[in-house]
């Protein structure tokens, strides 16, 4: 190891299993957690409390709480991919939409946006916590559905016409349907798209989506939420999602 010059900080920090769930989390688990505290905590901190690596848990205090957070309650995570599919229902057809007043480089950045939506929503659908934007593409790499929207998400993308954008995001949502309807979580919906009222492109219909899960939430508490979900499915600020305070 080269020798510096000065005061050596080895970012080792000392602290107890409390006080760091809460400056991690904004609240410790297992003491009555709310779905508040689930929805407002970024889906990156709960990646990295359940993920990061554990050298030693003598107390026997990590391993029961990171347990508690391995995944969302059984009424939050449906309420959440319904969330998730409003996202795709709002801005859907805005690629096609876009092309038709000759705005390419609007349908390039709509597109751009339903291509991260996917990811995040497949991401969900297999049980993980889509972590922030850095680490996006390498954790979506890891999941099963990758291996066949990679190649497509990659051409929408790249595409440098909207009818080429609208043709392969068309592809990939017809393929992330598919995957919810292996879930089982609700019965099957068609996943194929077709034209989007009387304009010249395929749309998905995702609201169908948002629909049957909805209807699928059983809990009253759960099924008054708004479409708006988990604190980053609504909010893009790096500095709100990196404080438990502020989220």
Not at 2 to 8: C, E, I, K, L, S
Not at 32 to 50: F, G, I, N, S, Y
Not at 120 to 142: E, M, V
Not at 176 to 195: E, F, W, Y
Request: charged content about 20%.
């Amino acid at each position: 190891m080269q020798a510096t010059d000065g005061p050596v900080h080895h970012r080792v920090d000392i602290t107890d299993a409390d006080t760091w769930f809460t400056a991690q989390l904004g609240f410790v688990p297992g003491q009555d957690v709310t779905a508040v505290d689930w929805l407002a905590t970024p889906t990156q901190r709960l990646a990295e409390v359940t993920a990061g690596a554990v050298l030693h848990d003598g107390l026997g205090r990590l391993a029961p709480a990171r347990a508690r957070l391995a995944w969302y309650l059984h009424h939050i995570w449906p309420h959440l991919l319904a969330c998730q599919w409003q996202r795709i229902v709002q801005e859907g057809a805005f690629v096609g939409r876009c092309g038709e007043v000759d705005d390419e480089l609007g349908s390039a950045v709509v597109a751009g946006r339903l291509v991260r939506d996917l990811m995040r929503l497949c991401l969900l659908t297999d049980r993980r916590y889509p972590p922030y934007s850095k680490w996006l593409g390498s954790a979506f790499a890891r999941i099963p559905q990758a291996a066949v929207l990679t190649p497509v998400l990659t051409a929408a993308l790249a595409a440098t016409d909207w009818h080429t954008r609208v043709h392969h995001l068309a592809r990939a949502c017809e393929t992330v349907a598919a995957a919810h309807n292996r879930l089982g979580l609700t019965g099957p919906v068609d996943p194929a798209t077709s034209p989007y009222h009387s304009r010249p492109f395929p749309a998905l219909h995702a609201e169908r989506f948002t629909a049957v899960l909805t209807a699928r939430i059983t809990d009253p508490a759960a099924h008054t939420l708004p479409l708006t979900g988990t604190v980053d499915q609504f909010i893009d600020s790096t500095d709100a999602l990196s404080d438990p305070q502020w989220a």
